[in-house]
């Protein structure tokens, strides 16, 4: 089984930075992807960031230039540095991990629990 921890989240002022982190733990052979989705209030979940295993990033064109994803692959960890945030921004954020539990295994899927991010105007 796979364990994702995030932490990170709280609230900051408009134009403020944070910066979450989520830590998988667990029997991992590989990880593959990283990513980063954001559901606000009565909204659907979208994919803000995600960094490959080689890493190469993308990012939703709503925060181009004001995200950054990142991972240590040392640690299975995966971070989202967040600058200038709006009130746009605003949303429960989840991490999402695509991993291998062995050698030759079908990949399989995990969300990390959450984490809220608010923005004051």
């Known amino acids: 089984q796979v364990q994702l921890v995030e932490s990170g989240g709280g609230l900051v002022q408009a134009g403020g930075s944070l910066r979450l982190s989520c830590a998988a733990s667990g029997s991992i052979f590989s990880i593959n992807a990283m990513a980063w989705y954001r559901q606000a209030p009565g909204k659907q979940r979208d994919r803000v960031a995600v960094i490959t295993s080689g890493g190469s990033t993308n990012y939703a064109d709503s925060v181009k230039g004001r995200f950054t994803i990142s991972r240590d692959n040392t640690k299975n960890t995966v971070h989202l540095q967040m600058n200038s945030l709006n009130p746009e921004d605003a949303a429960a954020y989840y991490c999402?991990?695509?991993?291998?539990?062995?050698?030759?295994?079908?990949?399989?899927?995990?969300w990390g629990q959450g984490t809220q991010v608010a923005v004051s105007s």
């Open positions: 999402n991990i695509v991993v291998t539990l062995k050698f030759g295994a079908t990949p399989s899927f995990y």
